[in-house]
């Protein structure tokens, strides 16, 4: 629209309102929906939780009821410093999640990357079946997916049998609680860990603990996140490089620059914004794994695959204990949040992108 | 150089096809032990032919199971989500990038707000506040949560705002009301942002599974990812039964890969929108 076309209507805005009366009642009937249900289902839900995580209420009657009492911090003084059962469960449950995001989230988004850049070759022909298998893992269920998973990482499951071609003997995937570090310590001959980090602990879980990186189990769920979710991010990254013009990348050619150079100089910085929203979709989601777990193990073997999401599912729904359920949703959005602007602090920083 | 040249493209395709078959085998191998014999499915996992076929499994879950009750259930959540999403993010979409009224920075907040909030602190409360207003366990607690979301009405927001609004303000001068301009012109012209709240929301609400667990209880009320869940941890069956859990997936797989296929140049290429802001 030109700016000759747009002057009329806004100085005749400004003179007569009312040639456009309705208009302020049309504007709130029609978000009325959407104000009423988010306002309903979401936000006066958080509110009522919040409430809940700092009460005693048992499950019975309503939340709201007289009888309901204020306990302030109690609920997060159980499951955060008492070290009873309700801490140590969150210190494994964040144990298990912390290892999952730490090693679900840079390796979905490199093979996302990777993905994208092997798929995006200008010369490849065929180039949108590849895109469509690398995809389609993404669009099923994660029950569906999770259901499929049990199979092939089954003791006589599909991936057991391949890796038995070539020799090796597979674990018990779904069944084996040992961490992978530990599992790799004890190759050279470390079975237990040296007396000052068995001695302390923190969330109840002691520092060896801490070290015992995913269980065999729960590695089984990081390759099922990895394998769902890379097709996601990598059609992001394909938008991406496709609005990227091939000049700088001719230009480094020019200067001699190789092939992982030219990536690694002129692709890489390019795809910052991108990379931002990848990081930060795979942040949020990683932590609040659910689904996989209820489906798959709830929270089996020896809880090295229970997540802080489905333990405060459990600690509510399962135990009645649901001040305690709400305070651990809200220490969970709380990491969420922290890692979110953590995130973009390091990023922004680094790239210098105003 | 000519070597080089001729030798990357040959070498790109065989690193491609090779992770192409990795991503596609495991699915192949969920059809086919669908139609395998229990025995077979744990003996020999890796085959593609089943030695024995039989469609035993299949016969299981569509007559002797509430198989049939959950994909019912499940279509009648999707397609009413789906209308109403399709409707009310459209209008308020519409409203919030057209229509100047009291508070609209507020519902606007409101919504980008709402958008930062993770599923997982809903478990809870959602099932408290279905429980206060009595829809616990009901069809109307299952599908009115889901009714409007935050990302679609951002979609059409961003959509509504892309079009000129020449057409609109025609039909106002010749005495069109605010509804009939949005219904009879300006919906018909956002074809393309409507395509893609249905495939967000057939998707999302086929595969939602925690909303349903925290929003029912009755078998009656049971959707495929809630009773598929129910059966890969064990219910209704003794012993492993892969055929049957696979047969299940499988067949839950199908509406979205539908969708998938029929949408399939527009969904690979939604992400542009997204990503360009």
Redesign the interface.
């Known amino acids: 629209?030109t700016l000759a076309e747009r002057a009329p209507?806004r100085a005749g805005?400004r003179r007569t309102r009312g040639s456009?009366r309705?208009?302020?009642?049309?504007?709130?009937l029609?978000?009325l929906?959407?104000?009423v249900?988010?306002?309903?289902?979401?936000?006066?839900?958080?509110l009522?939780?919040l409430w809940?995580s700092f009460s005693d209420w048992s499950g019975r009657g309503?939340?709201?009821a007289p009888g309901v009492g204020f306990i302030g911090l109690g609920n997060y003084g159980e499951i955060l410093t008492e070290g009873g059962l309700a801490t140590r469960n969150l210190g494994i449950s964040m144990r298990n999640v912390g290892w999952y995001v730490l090693l679900v989230v840079p390796l979905q988004t490199a093979l996302a990357l990777f993905?994208a850049v092997?798929?995006n070759?200008a010369?490849?022909r065929g180039r949108?079946?590849?895109?469509?298998?690398?995809?389609?893992?993404s669009?099923?269920?994660?029950?569906?997916?999770?259901?499929?998973w049990?199979?092939?990482f089954?003791t006589?499951?599909?991936v057991n049998?391949?890796l038995s071609w070539v020799g090796i003997g597979g674990p018990n995937w779904f069944n084996d609680p040992r961490g992978i570090v530990h599992i790799g310590l004890s190759v050279f001959g470390v079975d237990s860990g040296p007396a000052t980090m068995t001695g302390s602990d923190v969330l109840g879980v002691s520092w060896w603990d801490w070290l015992a990186g995913p269980s065999v189990g729960m590695s089984a769920f990081i390759l099922m996140a990895i394998?769902t979710t890379s097709?996601t991010f990598m059609?992001?990254f394909?938008?991406?490089l496709?609005?990227i013009g091939p000049e700088l990348g001719e230009a480094g050619m020019m200067d001699g620059a190789n092939a992982w150079q030219r990536f690694r100089r002129i692709t890489l910085p390019q795809l910052r914004?991108?990379l931002f929203?990848v990081l930060t979709l795979g942040l949020?989601g990683c932590?609040?794994v659910?689904?996989q777990i209820?489906?798959?193990t709830?929270g089996a073997p020896g809880k090295t695959t229970m997540t802080p999401?489905y333990l405060?599912?459990q600690a509510?729904?399962a135990d009645q204990k649901?001040g305690q359920?709400?305070a651990i949703?809200?220490i969970?959005?709380l990491i969420?949040v922290f890692f979110t602007l953590l995130q973009r602090l390091l990023l922004r920083e680094k790239g210098g992108r105003s | 150089m000519r070597r080089a040249r001729w030798l990357a493209p040959a070498g790109l395709y065989a690193l491609l096809a090779a992770l192409a078959v990795i991503y596609v085998f495991p699915f192949l191998v969920q059809v086919s032990t669908s139609f395998k014999t229990d025995a077979e499915a744990a003996g020999n996992a890796v085959s593609l032919l089943p030695q024995t076929f039989t469609v035993a499994a299949y016969e299981r879950l569509f007559l002797h199971s509430d198989f049939p009750l959950w994909f019912a259930n499940s279509a009648i959540v999707t397609i009413a989500v789906t209308l109403g999403r399709v409707f009310f993010d459209s209008l308020a979409g519409y409203a919030l990038a057209r229509l100047r009224f009291r508070g609209r920075g507020l519902v606007f907040a409101l919504i980008v707000g709402v958008m930062a909030v993770p599923t997982v602190v809903l478990l809870i409360p959602k099932f408290l506040v279905l429980n206060q207003l009595g829809i616990y366990n009901s069809y109307a607690g299952m599908i009115l949560p889901l009714l409007v979301d935050a990302a679609g009405v951002f979609i059409m927001k961003n959509f509504f705002e892309s079009i000129p609004t020449a057409v609109e303000e025609q039909a106002r001068i010749d005495g069109a009301g605010t509804f009939r301009v949005f219904w009879s012109i300006v919906l018909p012209m956002a074809r393309p942002a409507l395509i893609t709240i249905i495939i967000l929301s057939f998707q999302g609400s086929w595969n939602e599974l925690s909303h349903f667990i925290v929003a029912t209880q009755s078998p009656e009320l049971t959707t495929l990812t809630k009773g598929v869940a129910s059966l890969a941890s064990g219910q209704l069956s003794q012993g492993t039964q892969y055929p049957i859990k696979l047969a299940a997936a499988a067949l839950m797989t199908i509406p979205v890969a539908v969708l998938f296929f029929i949408f399939q140049r527009r969904i690979m290429n939604r992400s542009e929108g997204a990503v360009k802001e």
């Open positions: 629209m209507r805005k456009r309705g208009e302020g009642t049309a504007g709130w029609f978000t929906p959407v104000v249900i988010l306002g309903l289902f979401l936000l006066v839900p958080v009522m939780a809940v309503s939340p709201l993905l092997l798929v070759r010369i490849l949108g079946v590849f895109r469509t298998a690398f995809y389609f893992p669009v099923t269920s994660s029950v569906a997916i999770t259901v499929l049990l199979f092939l089954s006589t499951g599909v049998e391949v394998f097709g059609l992001l394909i938008a991406a496709q609005n914004p991108t929203t949020i932590w609040q659910f689904d209820y489906t798959g709830q999401a405060s599912y509510a729904f649901w359920g709400a949703s809200f969970l959005f969420i």
